[in-house]
């Protein structure tokens, strides 16, 4: 099965691009923040070590993870950071290798934000990364999701900076424009992923 990692910065529209390709390309997806979720909400064993790593006041009185309390635990703090992503990503990279490795000839693609920060680019058989300029990622990160500018500041200094994750991708989507130009883009990506992997 061949593997396609999708990245990108926040707000570059990973997730509108790796919807559209699906649209023309019949494969499977893992979602890597929809499974980092996912463990916080269900695994105990992460759940656990989340709390003792973070404190009580991360899960709300009904053992809910408080996400809003951790993202500004994790984002002001780097070493907070690293430390819930030492929690998480070895669970889920667990998870997307595992279907990496079934059996079968459909594509996986793997959306995942960190997957330069996190050394997974010999796991891939390409990666594409979509962006778009610092600006316009303020822009849809305060306008259109409503998101404090000092947080908006401290969640983009977290990731590595977008030119940089273009350099280290095979293929780059360009998304500043209308949602047309990426359709446009993702029927190109979709018949030359076809031509050269089909």
Not at 101 to 108: D, I, T
Not at 128 to 149: D, I, K, N, W, Y
Not at 186 to 193: Q, T
Request: charged fraction near 25%.
């Amino acid at each position: 099965m061949p593997v396609l990692g999708i990245t990108g910065g926040l707000a570059t529209g990973k997730t509108t691009f790796t919807r559209l390709l699906r649209e023309r390309i019949d494969a499977d997806l893992f979602d890597a923040d929809a499974c980092a979720r996912a463990l916080l909400d269900r695994d105990p064993e992460i759940r656990e070590k989340v709390r003792v790593t973070f404190g009580a006041t991360v899960f709300d009185a009904d053992g809910k993870p408080n996400r809003e309390r951790l993202r500004q635990i994790v984002f002001s703090d780097g070493a907070q950071r690293k430390a819930l992503e030492a929690i998480l990503h070895p669970a889920i990279r667990t998870h997307w290798t595992a279907l990496a490795e079934a059996a079968g000839k459909r594509w996986l693609f793997v959306d995942i934000p960190l997957l330069f920060e996190t050394g997974a680019e010999p796991l891939f058989d390409c990666i594409a990364v979509v962006a778009c300029s610092p600006a316009m990622q303020r822009r849809r990160l305060t306008t259109g999701r409503g998101v404090e500018p000092n947080l908006t500041e401290q969640m983009l200094a977290a990731q590595l900076p977008i030119d940089v994750k273009i350099q280290k991708a095979n293929h780059l989507v360009w998304n500043e424009s209308s949602l047309g130009t990426l359709e446009e883009q993702a029927g190109i990506f979709a018949a030359y992923l076809s031509q050269r992997h089909g």
